[in-house]
Structure formats: C-alpha cells, structure tokens
C-alpha cells in the first residue's frame, strides 16, 4: 500500500519561505496525481496545488498562485511545495494526497484522492 510521509512544517514569520515535502513509498497507477492540501482549525481542508507525475502539469488554488510552486523529483520519489511569501491565513496542517486519475478539474476535491499522509504543521505569525 502506498504510504505518504510530509516533512518541512514549522513557524516562519510573515514574508517567510517553508517548502515542504512529501516522501512517496512507491509510485503505483495510484500515485498519478499528486496533490497537496491543507486545514486550518474550525475550517473544511482544501486543495491548494496539485501536479500530474506523467507530465508535470500542475494546479492551483486562486489563493497560492504566485506564491505556492509545486513540484516533483521522481527519482527520489518526492513531491515538494514550496511557498514563499507567507501569510498568517496560510496557518494550517499540510497534507500531501495521490489518486491514480490525472489531475484534472476536480483536483481540488477531497473525495478523489485515495491515500492521504499524516500532515505536517505549518504556522505562519504576523
């Protein structure tokens, strides 16, 4: 079974940088899309980038773009995101997910993903 394991949390100030990765146990026709989302406290998780492994097509969330980059570096099985100017809203847990369709327009939706990693923390402070 494919397992996920995120890394890269912590606190950074406003303006800050964190990227964060996620360490893929094997890919398997179920790791084809790679997807990254995140959930604060008292809010629903949402997708924030996602990237096709086959072809390197990525997504965004309207509320990343330009500050979020997803990327992939197969040989070592890792996905990453790096984000960059940091605000105190992009506070929340990180989970890193994979579904075996390609990412697509339903991207962003919690229900296609199939494996889901533990999280990891990011916390952003004014």
């Known amino acids: 079974e494919v397992q996920l394991v995120e890394s890269g949390g912590g606190s950074v100030q406003a303006g800050g940088s964190l990227r964060l990765s996620c360490a893929v146990s094997?890919?398997?026709?179920?790791?084809?899309?790679m997807a990254w989302f995140r959930q604060a406290p008292g809010k629903e998780r949402e997708g924030v980038a996602s990237?096709?492994?086959?072809?390197?097509?990525?997504y965004y969330a309207d509320s990343v773009k330009g500050r979020f980059t997803i990327s992939q570096d197969n040989d070592r099985r890792t996905v990453y995101l790096q984000m960059n100017s940091l605000k105190p809203e992009d506070t929340a847990m990180y989970y890193c997910?994979?579904?075996?369709?390609?990412?697509?327009?339903?991207?962003?939706?919690?229900?296609?993903?199939?494996?889901w990693g533990q999280g990891t923390q990011v916390t952003v402070s004014s």
């Open positions: 094997e890919y398997t026709y179920s790791t084809t899309c």
């Open positions: 997910a994979a579904q075996a369709d390609w990412c697509g327009g339903t991207w962003y939706k919690i229900s296609v993903y199939n494996y």
């Open positions: 990237i096709t492994r086959f072809t390197g097509d990525t």
